[in-house]
Nanobody, 115 residues
Framework: QVQLVESGGGLVQPGGSLRLSCAASGSIYSIYVMRWYRQGPGKQRELVAGISSGGIITYANWVKGRFTISRDNAKNTVYLQMNSLKPEDTAVYYC?????????WGQGTQVTVSS
């Protein structure tokens, strides 16, 4: 089993920044893919960004350079740096990990962008 714990969400004004963290613990494999998803009010969950153990990074088209995903392998932690935040970025952000045949989700962290 793998546990994923997200942190770093909160309330931020439009144009502001936040950095989300997702710490993985438990039965960690060295080969994995970790992704950030989000689900806004009344919307479906959507992919934000992903990073593989091999260092391949992908972003949703709408990210357009505002968000950056990174990792610290020593800490088994993935980050999502979010800049130039907009009200439409308001959502619960979820961390996801795929390793072997299994998929794991964190509990989510709320990000609210509002003045």
């Amino acid at each position: 089993q793998v546990q994923l714990v997200e942190s770093g969400g909160g309330l931020v004004q439009p144009g502001g920044s936040l950095r989300l963290s997702c710490a993985a613990s438990g039965s960690i494999y060295s080969i994995y893919v970790m992704r950030w998803y989000r689900q806004g009010p009344g919307k479906q969950r959507e992919l934000v960004a992903g990073i593989s153990s091999g260092g391949i990074i992908t972003y949703a088209n709408w990210v357009k350079g505002r968000f950056t995903i990174s990792r610290d392998n020593a800490k088994n932690t993935v980050y999502l740096q979010m800049n130039s935040l907009k009200p439409e970025d308001t959502a619960v952000y979820y961390c996801n990990r795929i390793q072997g045949p299994a998929e794991y989700w964190g509990q989510g962290t709320q990000v609210t962008v509002s003045s």
